[in-house]
T-cell receptor, first 114, second 115 residues
Framework: DGGITQSPKYLFRKEGQNVTLSCEQNLNHDAMYWYRQDPGQGLRLIYYSQIVNDFQKGDIAEGYSVSREKKESFPLTVTSAQKNPTAFYLC?????????????FGQGTRLTVV | AQSVAQPEDQVNVAEGNPLTVKCTYSVSGNPYLFWYVQYPNRGLQFLLKYITGDNLVKGSYGFEAEFNKSQTSFHLKKPSALVSDSALYFCAVRWLSGGYNKLIFGAGTRLAVHP
């Protein structure tokens, strides 16, 4: 099956810990995105990558880091510098640079600070 | 600044009645507009998009949307609502910024269809 896989589905983090959220796609898509979803705020863009070894900050990149060493993978690390990390995180991908192509989303990871 | 707004937090409609979920946008240049639906604790599913051409676009599950350039709107519609349509709906707009392809979302509208 082709698609985007996010893991884990649920993640618990202690204060001061770094955690990494996995996002893997086998759709051969060039572009990948990370969004954070909070109640009543919709989706906010954290980081995006249009090609391997290149990524750009989104609107709320502080406290997060990413890498794009392989086309299929775009992991997101939530660092201890992110003061309010509890949220639902969504990864997406889309083919190529064309503006008219739709993005495909993973099923999300719910991160909770304990 | 580029933006997309969904003015209603929630829309309530009776099953069998028509529904409308509103979306307005602010984008310089030609807009590329999308609607997505989200069920609880799930990712977003693509419903439909407007790129160019006919202002009325048809999508999945009987949904359609009307692009209105003068009102900068892209409202989602369905002639007859189903209880199973109850979900969170997001409008999104894409544009080119500094050579990069950005996609931003509205805050979402919760649709509740009552039997």
């Amino acid at each position: 099956d082709g698609g985007i896989t996010q893991s884990p589905k649920y993640l618990f983090r202690k204060e001061g810990q770094n955690v990494t959220l996995s996002c893997e796609q086998n759709l051969n898509h060039d572009a990948m995105y990370w969004y954070r979803q909070d109640p009543g705020q919709g989706l906010r863009l954290i980081y995006y990558s249009q090609i391997v070894n290149d990524f750009q900050k989104g609107d709320i990149a502080e406290g997060y880091s990413v890498s794009r060493e392989k086309k299929e993978s775009f992991p997101l690390t939530v660092t201890s510098a992110q003061k309010n990390p509890t949220a639902f995180y969504l990864c997406a991908s889309k083919p190529g640079q064309a503006l008219g192509t739709e993005a495909f989303f993973g099923q999300g990871t719910r991160l909770t600070v304990v | 600044a580029q933006s997309v707004a969904q003015p209603e937090d929630q829309v309530n409609v009776a099953e069998g009645n028509p529904l409308t979920v509103k979306c307005t946008y602010s984008v310089s240049g030609n807009p590329y507009l999308f609607w997505y639906v989200q069920y609880p604790n799930r990712g977003l599913q693509f419903l439909l998009k407007y790129i160019t051409g006919d202002n009325l676009v048809k999508g999945s599950y009987g949904f359609e949307a009307e692009f209105n350039k003068s009102q900068t709107s892209f409202h989602l519609k369905k002639p007859s609502a189903l209880v199973s349509d109850s979900a969170l709906y997001f409008c999104a707009v894409r544009w080119l910024s500094g050579g990069y392809n950005k996609l931003i979302f509205g805050a979402g509208t919760r649709l509740a269809v009552h039997p």
